[in-house]
C-alpha cells in the first residue's frame, strides 16, 4: 500500500494570489501609480476640499522614543521618511549596476554614462540662463529623470523599440540618479551639525564592520539604519540619503554563486526544509531579493503618496500661463523638454565619434533622441528637489511644479512620438537574421536566455509548495539536515 503525502488545501486567496503578484511587478504599472497619485492630487487641490485636503497634508505627527523626539508634518514625514525607501531602492539599483550590471563594464557603462552627463550638465546650464537670481538655486531641478515614469512609457510602447533601447534607459537614469543623489547632498544641505554627523559616520562604519564580520540578521541592519537616518536627519544632510548609504552596503553578489535544485522529501523536517529554503535564497544575492520585495511596495504606494504629498498645486488657466511663463517655470520647462535631448544626444553623439562607445545594437539616433526626450521625464526627483530649493516660497515652488508637470507631459508625449516614428530594428542595423525576442528568441543579445526560461526566482520559490523547491534546472543539489548552512532567523 503505498502511502502519498497529502495534497495542501487550496483556499480562495489562492485563486488570486499569483495573477495579483505578477501584476504588482509589471514595470509600466508603477508608472501608471505614479501618475494616478498625482492626477488625484490635482482634483483634490482644485475641488471643494482643497482647504482641508492641505489641513491634513500640514497636520503634524509626534513621535517620541526615549531620547528620540521627532514632531513633523505628515509631507515632511512622506518627504524625509518614507522616500528614503525609494532612496534606498536607488541606492540597490545603482550598488547591482556597479557590481554585475552595465556600469560594471567600461565598454557598456560609457554610452549611457556619458549621456547621462550630458544629460544633466546641459538642463542646469539652460536652467541657470534663463531663471532669474533670486530663484537660480533650483539649477538640479531639471537635471533628473524620473525612471518608473520614464520606463513606463517605453515599455508602453512594447516591440516598436528595440530591446537593448530600455537598457540604455535604465543604466541612464540610473546614473542620472547618482548624480541627483550627489548635487542633493553637496548643493541642498543647508546647515551642518558636526555632531551628529560624525555620529552618522561611526554608525556607518559600524555596519561595514558587521558586513566584514559576516552578520547577516537583517533585523541587525533594520536597526543600524534606522539608527543611521535619524544621524543623519539631525545632521542637516538631508535624510534620504541615509537610504543610499544603506542600498550601496547591500552585497549584490549571491553568498552561493552555483546554480542550485533542490528537492524535498515528503518524510522532511522542518529544519531540513528551512535549510533547503535559505539555501536556494541564498542563490540570489541580497540586493537582487531586496528590490524584488521593496519595489512593489515603493513604487504602488510610497511614490504615489509622494505624488499625492507634493502635486497638489491649485491653478487656473491664468495662473498655469503665468506659472509656465515666469523665469523659474520657463527655466524648468526647457531645462526638461529641450536641455535633456540635447545633452544626452550631443554627449552620445560625441562619444561615439571619439571612438569611446558605440551605439547598443539596432539604435539609432533618432532612437537616442526619443530617449533624451524620456528622460526629460523629470516627475519624482524634480518635485523633490523643487522642495528643497525653494523652501518656504510657496509661489516660486507652485510654478515650478506646474512646470515639471506639464514638461513631464510634453517630454513623454515627445520621446513617444520620435521612437514610434523611428526605424525599426533591423533597418537601424539588427539584422534581418536576428529573432524577435517577442517571439521567444534572444533577440539582438547573444547572452540572453529564451523568454520563459532561465531560473526561478526567489519570489517565484516562495510562491510553491513545499514539495518541489526549485532554483534552476542544473545538477547540484543543495544539501539538507547537518550539511545545509544554519538558516537566518
Given at each position: 500500500m503505498s502511502h502519498h503525502p497529502p495534497q495542501p488545501v487550496e483556499v480562495p486567496i489562492d485563486r488570486v494570489r499569483q495573477p495579483l503578484m505578477r501584476l504588482i511587478h509589471l514595470e509600466n504599472l508603477s508608472g501608471l501609480a505614479?501618475?494616478?497619485?498625482?492626477?488625484?492630487?490635482?482634483?483634490?487641490?482644485?475641488?471643494?476640499?482643497?482647504?482641508?485636503?492641505?489641513?491634513?497634508?500640514?497636520?503634524?505627527?509626534?513621535?517620541?522614543?526615549?531620547?528620540?523626539?521627532?514632531?513633523?508634518?505628515?509631507?515632511?514625514?512622506?518627504?524625509?521618511?518614507?522616500?528614503?525607501?525609494?532612496?534606498?531602492v536607488a541606492g540597490l539599483e545603482i550598488k547591482r549596476e556597479l557590481v554585475v550590471g552595465d556600469l560594471n563594464d567600461p565598454k557598456k557603462a560609457a554610452l549611457p554614462a556619458v549621456a547621462a552627463l550630458g544629460g544633466m550638465v546641459v538642463p542646469a546650464?539652460?536652467?541657470?540662463?534663463?531663471?532669474?537670481?533670486?530663484?537660480?538655486?533650483?539649477?538640479?531641478?531639471?537635471?533628473?529623470?524620473?525612471?518608473?515614469?520614464?520606463?513606463?512609457?517605453?515599455?508602453?510602447?512594447?516591440?516598436?523599440?528595440?530591446?537593448?533601447?530600455?537598457?540604455?534607459?535604465?543604466?541612464?537614469?540610473?546614473?542620472?540618479?547618482?548624480?541627483?543623489?550627489?548635487?542633493?547632498?553637496?548643493?541642498?544641505?543647508?546647515?551642518?551639525?558636526?555632531?551628529?554627523?560624525?555620529?552618522?559616520?561611526?554608525?556607518?562604519?559600524?555596519?561595514?564592520?558587521?558586513?566584514?564580520?559576516?552578520?547577516?540578521?537583517?533585523?541587525?541592519?533594520?536597526?543600524?539604519?534606522?539608527?543611521?537616518?535619524?544621524?543623519?536627519?539631525?545632521?542637516?544632510?538631508?535624510?534620504?540619503?541615509?537610504?543610499?548609504?544603506?542600498?550601496?552596503?547591500?552585497?549584490?553578489?549571491?553568498?552561493?554563486?552555483?546554480?542550485?535544485?533542490?528537492d524535498a522529501q515528503p518524510d522532511s523536517t522542518i529544519d531540513e526544509l528551512k535549510a533547503i529554503v535559505f539555501d536556494t535564497r541564498e542563490t540570489t544575492s541580497v540586493v537582487d531579493r531586496l528590490i524584488h520585495g521593496l519595489h512593489p511596495f515603493v513604487a504602488l504606494l510610497i511614490v504615489p503618496t509622494f505624488a499625492l504629498a507634493n502635486t497638489g498645486v491649485s491653478f487656473t488657466l491664468s495662473s498655469l500661463v503665468d506659472g509656465l511663463t515666469s523665469a523659474t517655470g520657463l527655466a524648468v520647462t526647457l531645462g526638461l523638454v529641450v536641455g535633456k535631448p540635447?545633452?544626452?544626444?550631443?554627449?552620445?553623439?560625441?562619444?561615439?565619434?571619439?571612438?569611446?562607445?558605440?551605439?547598443?545594437?539596432?539604435?539609432?539616433?533618432?532612437?537616442?533622441v526619443g530617449v533624451g526626450f524620456l528622460a526629460g521625464i523629470g516627475f519624482t526627483v524634480s518635485l523633490f528637489i523643487t522642495e528643497l530649493a525653494f523652501a518656504g516660497a510657496d509661489d516660486v515652488i507652485d510654478n515650478s511644479k506646474i512646470a515639471v508637470l506639464v514638461a513631464s507631459i510634453l517630454a513623454s508625449i515627445g520621446g513617444a512620438m520620435l521612437l514610434i516614428s523611428a526605424p525599426t530594428p533591423e533597418v537601424a542595423g539588427a539584422g534581418a537574421d536576428a529573432e524577435p525576442a517577442a517571439a521567444g528568441g534572444r533577440g539582438d543579445d547573444p547572452d540572453a536566455a529564451p523568454v520563459g526560461a532561465g531560473p526561478m526566482t526567489y519570489g517565484e520559490l516562495e510562491a510553491t509548495t513545499p514539495e518541489a523547491f526549485l532554483a534552476d534546472g542544473s545538477i547540484d543539489h543543495a544539501t539538507t539536515g547537518s550539511e545545509a548552512t544554519e538558516p537566518t532567523p
Open positions: 505614479l501618475i494616478a497619485g498625482a492626477v488625484i492630487a490635482l482634483v483634490l487641490a482644485n475641488g471643494p476640499f482643497a482647504e482641508s485636503v492641505d489641513h491634513f497634508w500640514h497636520y503634524h505627527l509626534e513621535v517620541v522614543l526615549g531620547p528620540v523626539h521627532l514632531d513633523e508634518t505628515l509631507v515632511h514625514w512622506v518627504n524625509d521618511g518614507l522616500m528614503t525607501l525609494f532612496f534606498f546650464l539652460l536652467y541657470v540662463a534663463l531663471a532669474g537670481a533670486e530663484t537660480r538655486n533650483g539649477w538640479g531641478i531639471p537635471m533628473a529623470t524620473d525612471i518608473a515614469f520614464a520606463v513606463g512609457v517605453l515599455t508602453l510602447l512594447g516591440n516598436r523599440v528595440p530591446s537593448r533601447l530600455k537598457v540604455f534607459l535604465l543604466t541612464l537614469a540610473i546614473v542620472d540618479d547618482l548624480g541627483a543623489i550627489l548635487v542633493i547632498a553637496v548643493f541642498y544641505t543647508t546647515s551642518l551639525n558636526t555632531t551628529a554627523l560624525a555620529a552618522a559616520g561611526a554608525i556607518l562604519a559600524a555596519m561595514v564592520l558587521l558586513r566584514v564580520l559576516g552578520v547577516w540578521w537583517m533585523p541587525v541592519y533594520v536597526l543600524a539604519g534606522s539608527a543611521l537616518w535619524f544621524a543623519v536627519f539631525e545632521s542637516g544632510v538631508h535624510a534620504t540619503l541615509a537610504g543610499v548609504a544603506c542600498g550601496l552596503l547591500a552585497p549584490a553578489k549571491p553568498r552561493r554563486p552555483t546554480a542550485t535544485s533542490v540635447i545633452g544626452i544626444t550631443l554627449a552620445a553623439l560625441i562619444a561615439v565619434k571619439a571612438g569611446l562607445a558605440v551605439l547598443p545594437n539596432g539604435v539609432g539616433w533618432r532612437h537616442m
